[in-house]
């Protein structure tokens, strides 16, 4: 399974867009892009998914190029509660997801 | 619809006992997973079953560790005995189907477990 990379934290203010992107490099063909939120003291939500170009959603939009080696999960405006850490998984079914350490968004007033 | 509950929301445990863990996954769910992560570390996959039968087990630390789903529908992870460890949060999580592009998971809130 493909491993992935991301920024270990990032900060932002209300009202802006977040975009947080993961490197992918040994991605593989059958490969799908999920991304999984996860608030404290909760278990990981499911954000997005996608397996290329753009996909979007009422809660995200997920960028992913065309070589597939990377991908970037957009938050328009965030608020204070998109507070939490953010999961970027590679892997082709629904099985053995494996998470990596993800990104943690601060979101400031 | 309810989502994954899991049971207990916290346990605390001596060194040598056992404990189990319940998941009692969404209804109509066939696939059910077990994860932990342990402190300061990252979630890690433990098994995978679909229905009754395990079909990846791979991430199961030791023997110490014993997951059922009898029946298909909740399943119980027992650690038996417990070490220090094993101490960490306890994710389940359940999905619909398995397959290419269909890996939304849908996790309970865990089980804290803390071993003295």
């Known amino acids: 399974l493909a491993k992935t990379t991301q920024p270990i934290s990032m900060d932002s203010y209300e009202g802006q867009e977040v975009n947080i992107t993961c490197s992918h490099n040994n991605i593989a063909t059958n490969d799908y892009i999920t991304w999984y939120q996860q608030f404290p003291s909760q278990g990981p939500r499911f954000i997005i998914q996608?397996?290329?170009t753009k996909v979007t959603n009422e809660v995200a939009s997920l960028f992913i190029p065309a070589d597939r080696k990377s991908s970037t999960l957009s938050l328009p405006r965030v608020s204070l509660s998109d507070t939490a850490v953010y999961y970027c998984l590679v892997g082709e079914g629904g099985f053995k997801t494996i998470f990596g350490a993800g990104t943690r968004l601060f979101v400031k007033a | 619809e309810a989502g994954v509950t899991q049971f207990p929301s916290h346990s605390v445990i001596e060194k040598g006992q056992t404990v189990t863990l319940r998941c009692d996954p969404i209804?109509?769910?066939?696939?059910l997973y077990w994860y932990r992560r342990v402190m300061g570390k990252e979630i890690k996959f433990l098994l995978h079953?679909?229905?009754?039968?395990?079909?990846?087990e791979s991430g199961m630390p030791n023997n110490r560790f014993l997951a059922e789903r009898t029946g298909g529908t909740y399943s119980t992870l027992k650690v038996q005995p417990a070490e220090l460890e094993d101490s960490g949060v306890y994710f389940c999580a359940s999905s619909q189907e398995t397959g290419q592009g269909n890996n939304e998971q849908f996790f309970g809130p865990g089980t804290r477990l803390t071993v003295l």
């Open positions: 079953f679909v229905k009754e039968s395990k079909q990846d």
């Open positions: 996608g397996y290329k």
């Open positions: 209804s109509g769910h066939d696939n």
